[in-house]
């Protein structure tokens, strides 16, 4: 099992930033992939943004190249989203997901394992 637990969401105005953090923990060998996803009122989820842990390398969605970058930091098991430039439209509920394999790129909901409970992002005008 992998654990992971969000924090770091909050309310903030456009043109903002906030940065996200994961705390990772039980069969961390397990997230060779971790991911970040959003989900907004009436949407699907779908991905921000994703890392492969192995290799380092970074994929985003459209709308969050430029804006955001994940990163992680292994000696802390901690996965970050920071994001810059917020929108409106950014409010969502945001989550942490990790996959035992790479996912195609960010990736779809289904090609992640484990999840974390969420932390809001509030972006006003």
């Known amino acids: 099992q992998v654990h992971l637990v969000e924090s770091g969401g909050g309310s903030v105005q456009a043109g903002g930033s906030l940065l996200l953090s994961c705390a990772v923990s039980g069969d961390t060998y397990r997230s060779n992939c971790m991911g970040w996803f959003r989900h907004r009122p009436g949407k699907e989820r779908e991905g921000v943004a994703a890392?492969?842990?192995?290799?380092?390398?970074?994929y985003y969605g459209d709308y969050a190249k430029g804006r955001f970058t994940i990163s992680q930091d292994n000696a802390k098991n901690t996965l970050y989203l920071q994001m810059n430039s917020l929108k409106p439209e950014d409010t969502a509920m945001y989550y942490c997901?990790?996959?035992?394999?790479?996912?195609?790129?960010?990736?779809?909901?289904?090609?992640?394992?484990?999840w974390g409970q969420g932390t809001q992002v509030t972006v006003s005008s």
């Open positions: 997901a990790a996959a035992v394999r790479e996912a195609s790129g960010v990736g779809y909901p289904y090609e992640y394992h484990y």
């Open positions: 890392i492969y842990s192995g290799t380092g390398v970074t």
